[in-house]
Structure formats: structure tokens, C-alpha cells
């Protein structure tokens, strides 16, 4: 696994990765690349919402990409700053963007910018492999795998990480979140 540079790319194509499969999500990435390159926040402005829907994208997701395109070409979020500054501090500002919420900004922030304290306990796949590596039934739920996860401060990253890597090897699928435009 790589840590991807920080950008609109990388941000992109976590937010069309939420909630679907890993083959749709890189399925949607390509034929955004291929429409928009190089995929960058002024490219998407000038194909608009047909661009967005020929790529396969969900009404929700378009409206999200372009928001997000529109943040950042109007200068309301630097998305490079989110390794400089401060976790809730970056979290806040990716949140207060629509349609982006915790699972998206944490993603990007463990992943993109870096932040090694970062633990997406929204994500579905990390709940599971928590619950089974640690007999939990039914799966905790993201309130109590936040609890849980303050233990392994300052490096939840890294047992993110590693539970994905479980998770892989305990269902037989990789449920890492795609953070790649290619």
C-alpha cells in the first residue's frame, strides 16, 4: 500500500468509492480519467454534470465532486494544506464540504495527507474484522470502535491497516478503500 499525494485526484476517487464495490468504484475511475485528464478540479468544472453522469457517477457523488471541484478552484479548501495541520482541524474543514462526511475525511486523511493517528470506524469492513478478531457480536458499531480504537492512540492508522489486512485474509477480499485516480 502507498501513500497517495495529496489532491482533488485522490480525494475524487475515495468519494466514488463510498459504497460500492471495488471493481464499480475503478470501473468509474477509469472512465473518469479517461474523460477528464488530467482529473483536476478546473477539468471537471468544464465538463459539468454530463461529464460527471457519462462517467457513471450517482446523482449524490456528482453533486459532491462538483462541490468539491468548486471548494477548491474558488480557494475554500487546499487540500495539500491537510498535511500540515492538525487532524480535527483538517477534519473539520474536509466535513464542512458537502457530501463529504467522517468515512471520506478520515480515508483521506490516513491515506492522502498522511496522518498516522486516524481510524475510519465508519467503515463497514473494519467493523467486521474488529468484531471477529475480538468476539464482538454483533459487529460494534462506529460509536463503540471509536471507544475501542483510543487504546491504540497514537497509531490507530496503522491498526487500521492492519484489521484491513485481516479483513482480507478473513473474508477473501480486499476492502481497502481505493484512494488512486488510475
Known sequence: MRLDRPGFASLVSIVVSQQVSRASADS????????????????VLSGGLDVLRSAGLSRPKQKTVLALAEAVVGGEIDLDHMTRIGADEAMARLTSLHGIGPWTAEVYLLFCAGHPDIFPAHDVALQSAVGHAFRIEPRPSAKALYALAESWA?????????FWAYYRQMRGRDALPTTRAT
Do not use: D
Not at 468509474?28 to 477539468?43: D, F, K, T, Y
Not at 497514537?154 to 492492519?162: H, I
Open 28 to 43: 468509474i475511475m477509469g472512465r473518469l480519467v479517461s474523460l477528464v485528464a488530467p482529473l483536476e478540479a478546473s477539468g
Open 154 to 162: 497514537p497509531w490507530r492508522g496503522v491498526a487500521a491497516r492492519l
